[in-house]
Nanobody, 122 residues
Framework: QVQLVESGGGLVQAGGSLRLSCAAS????????IGWYRQAPGKQRELVAA???????DYADSVKGRFTISRDNAKNTVYLQMNSLKPEDTAVYYC????????????????WGQGTQVTVSS
């Protein structure tokens, strides 16, 4: 019922920038939080950045000052502006959200995108 469509991944040189987008569609009453995780080979999946319905943001220490998360509520879309990219940013980036599909829902629904590859070359 809910789909997350990601775009914007690709190959970039160190120091460059990319902008990721994730659009949520389907039966959605409210998005409580939405954000980005990433997973590099041999490493655990980690939270990169997230934003709540109230506009509060959370960033991994490794990306603070370089990445910015934003949200377009009308479009149910979240963006991740990534600047000053480093080779260690190379990973599959996943969009993730927790939401209510209906106002009567007692539980949040969690959805993940399929991921988009970001590769930063040195």
């Amino acid at each position: 019922q809910v789909q997350l469509v990601e775009s914007g991944g690709g190959l970039v040189q160190a120091g460059g920038s990319l902008r990721l987008s994730c659009a949520a569609s389907g039966t959605i009453f409210s998005i409580n939080a939405i954000g980005w995780y990433r997973q590099a080979p041999g490493k655990q999946r980690e939270l990169v950045a997230a934003i709540t319905s109230g506009g509060n943001t959370d960033y991994a220490d490794s990306v603070k000052g370089r990445f910015t998360i934003s949200r377009d509520n009308a479009k149910n879309t979240v963006y991740l502006q990534m600047n000053s990219l480093k080779p260690e940013d190379t990973a599959v980036y996943y969009c993730k959200t927790r939401l209510r599909r209906n106002p009567s829902d007692k539980y949040e629904y969690h959805y993940w995108g399929q991921g988009t590859q970001v590769t930063v070359s040195s």
